[in-house]
């Protein structure tokens, strides 16, 4: 599948970022960074996001990040949407429930997923449904990982296209200067 390319503002979870970098992989390679601080395993607050943010829009993100300190999070209950999406939901959910509102609020021309949900549920994707692919089995490879304890305390501007994902911008939760 060829893309474009698409930017995503995400909450990175390195503990889990092997584990996504190999389903990746197995489904397309050319989606997998080079760039270190890239994290495959996220949670999307808002994408797509603006292709050319302006140095104003990088700013307004700025701003909302300083107002929300730093937070822990655990992933650790194998779930999966109607459409056979296998995913992780943190919790407590409310403080990315709150940052994807206020990041939705300011870039009102960027919906969440474009729209396509109108409640979006905060989630770490890890696979799809499939032949020999299930809830239980992604449970089982992941078993000596979860739960997973993150300390969420920065936010990364990503860049998704085939063979050029890497990171754009980063911001610390909290962080006034």
């Known amino acids: 599948m060829w893309s474009e390319g698409h930017s995503v503002l995400v909450v990175g ?3 889990l970022d092997d584990y996504v970098r190999a389903r990746t992989a ?9 760039d270190p601080a890239f994290a495959h395993a996220h949670i999307t607050l808002l994408g797509p996001w603006l292709s050319e943010p302006s140095p104003t829009d990088l ?3 700025a701003t ?3 107002r929300t ?3 822990e999070a655990t992933l650790a209950t194998v779930d999966t949407f109607p459409n ?4 992780l939901r943190p919790e407590p959910e409310d403080p990315f429930r709150a940052l994807t509102a206020a990041l939705a609020e ?3 021309q960027c919906p969440p997923y474009a729209g396509t949900f109108p409640d979006p549920v905060p989630h770490l994707t890890l696979d799809r449904r499939a032949e020999g692919i299930t809830p239980d089995s992604v449970a089982r490879d992941l078993r000596h990982l979860l739960p997973v304890r993150t300390h969420v305390d920065r936010v990364d501007l990503q860049w998704w296209a085939n063979h050029d994902c890497h990171v754009r911008e980063s911001w610390k ?3 006034r200067g």
Do not use: K, Q, R, W
């Open 26 to 34: 197995h489904y397309d390679a050319s989606f997998l960074a080079d």
């Open 84 to 87: 056979g999406l296998i995913h």
């Open 173 to 175: 939760l909290g962080h």
């Open 69 to 71: 300190e730093p937070f």
């Open 59 to 61: 700013d307004t993100v």
């Open 106 to 108: 300011a870039f009102p």
């Open 64 to 66: 909302i990040l300083a």
């Open 13 to 15: 979870v390195p503990e």
